[in-house]
Nanobody, 118 residues
Framework: QVQLVESGGGLVQAGESLRLSCAASGLTFTFSTYAMGWFRQAPGKEREFVARISGNRMSTDYEDSVKGRFTISRDNAKNTVYLQMNSLKPEDTAVYYC?????????WGQGTQVTVSS
């Protein structure tokens, strides 16, 4: 059974930083064979793509509004993917999820809440 467990969220003020982590277990193949992504869902909105990283860490991609502020990374030895979020804005407030990329519907975890106050 695949488990993706997100952590690291919290309440911060605008301009501050957070680092999210996602620990993966139960995947069929070696963690490094999977591209991984971060996604978020704000209240009343659809879940949206935030960032993704290839299995070998050579390629990354970001949603336009987070480019230059967020950095995705991974540690394949720890089966963990990270999202460093700097210069946070109130519009970044959402529940953040990780998943393989492209995401699989049965892999979604509980997510971690990020709240940014102005």
């Amino acid at each position: 059974q695949v488990q993706l467990v997100e952590s690291g969220g919290g309440l911060v003020q605008a301009g501050e930083s957070l680092r999210l982590s996602c620990a993966a277990s139960g995947l069929t193949f070696t963690f490094s064979t999977y591209a991984m992504g971060w996604f978020r869902q704000a209240p009343g909105k659809e879940r949206e793509f935030v960032a993704r990283i290839s299995g070998n860490r050579m390629s990354t991609d970001y949603e336009d509004s987070v480019k230059g502020r967020f950095t995705i990374s991974r540690d394949n030895a720890k089966n963990t993917v990270y999202l460093q979020m700097n210069s946070l804005k109130p519009e970044d407030t959402a529940v953040y999820y990780c998943n393989v990329y492209p995401p699989r519907s049965n892999y979604w975890g509980q997510g971690t809440q990020v709240t940014v106050s102005s």
